[in-house]
């Protein structure tokens, strides 16, 4: 509970992007679920057909993974990662209002490429930005966290899907309602803040346990001690205590760094 509260309390963007990852990448893991229902039941398309959409959906992952790279060097990755669900709201309400049915069955081989350059848009820049917000020496703890929050709910658009197709309502619709895990992901994105400023924050902190540790030690300036012909060492400063003609005088003075 310790690491949950540290990053309620101190890394407010993590919180606020680890929700977004689990609003996003439950759509995006449903959709192969999803897809085959729609294209099965609602298009009736057949099973050659079904592999044949698929496999265009992985194949533009390719191009999908350098428009998300492009684009995250040019202007950030989160910004990236904004852009990535915009297209993915818009392709997804779009499909819901184009494939109506059996005919227009033809228009998925135009969808599928779209859905699948989000997919390979998406995966990688999710990881590249959590890698960059994690405070540094927690790496190995936080990462198991990501893949829990990538995880936690990719039951509920299934579900969501489900329970619209057994309340009477067209399919399309449920295939419009994974867009609202799109929407919740954008606004949970929006309450990070400025990305930079995450990252820097993130750094900040790793450094602070090595800055607070050099201070106390550079505050240990002065050090009494009793006695004839002591030597006192410490990090910071060493001192030589001589007695010389019953009086007790500083010979040197060295500040090690």
């Known amino acids: 509970m310790s690491t949950f509260n540290t990053i309620k309390v101190e890394y407010l963007a993590l919180k606020w992007f680890l929700i977004s ?8 893991s449903s959709f192969i679920s999803i897809a085959t229902t729609y294209m099965s039941h609602f298009l009736e398309m057949s099973s ?6 698929f496999f265009l959906s992985l194949i533009s992952g390719i191009p999908g993974a350098a428009i998300g790279e ?11 990662i904004i852009s990535c669900l915009c297209v993915w709201l818009a392709t997804t309400t779009a499909g819901a209002f184009i494939l109506v049915g059996p005919e227009s069955r033809k228009y998925i081989f ?16 999710n990881t590249a930005v959590f890698c960059t917000i994690i405070p ?16 936690i709910i990719s039951w509920l658009p299934p579900l969501l899907f489900t329970i619209l197709n057994e309340a009477g309502y067209p399919m399309n619709w449920g295939l419009c309602s994974v867009g609202l895990f799109y929407v919740a992901a954008l606004i949970s994105i929006f ?24 201070t106390n030690e550079s505050s240990m300036g002065v050090i009494q001690r009793e006695g004839e012909g002591t030597t006192i060492k410490n990090p910071v400063i060493e001192m030589k205590n001589l007695d ?13 760094w």
């Not at 990852?21 to 995006?28: K, N, T």
């Not at 050659?48 to 959409?53: A, D």
Request: glycine letters at 10%; aromatic letters at 10%; charged letters at 15%.
């Open 136 to 151: 540094k020496g927690q790496e190995t703890e936080l990462m198991g966290l990501y893949i829990f929050a990538w995880n």
């Open 21 to 28: 990852v689990c609003l996003s990448e439950a759509a995006a």
């Open 110 to 125: 135009i969808m599928c490429p779209l859905w699948g350059i989000c997919l390979g848009w998406l995966h990688p820049l």
């Open 244 to 256: 010389t003609s019953g009086s007790r005088n500083i010979v040197s003075k060295s500040c090690e």
């Open 191 to 214: 309450q990070m803040g400025d990305y930079e400023q995450a990252v820097k924050s993130a750094n900040g902190k790793h450094l602070e346990p090595l800055m607070s540790k050099i």
């Open 48 to 53: 050659s057909e079904i592999g044949l959409s």
């Open 70 to 80: 492009y684009i995250g060097v040019m202007y950030s990755p989160l910004f990236s």
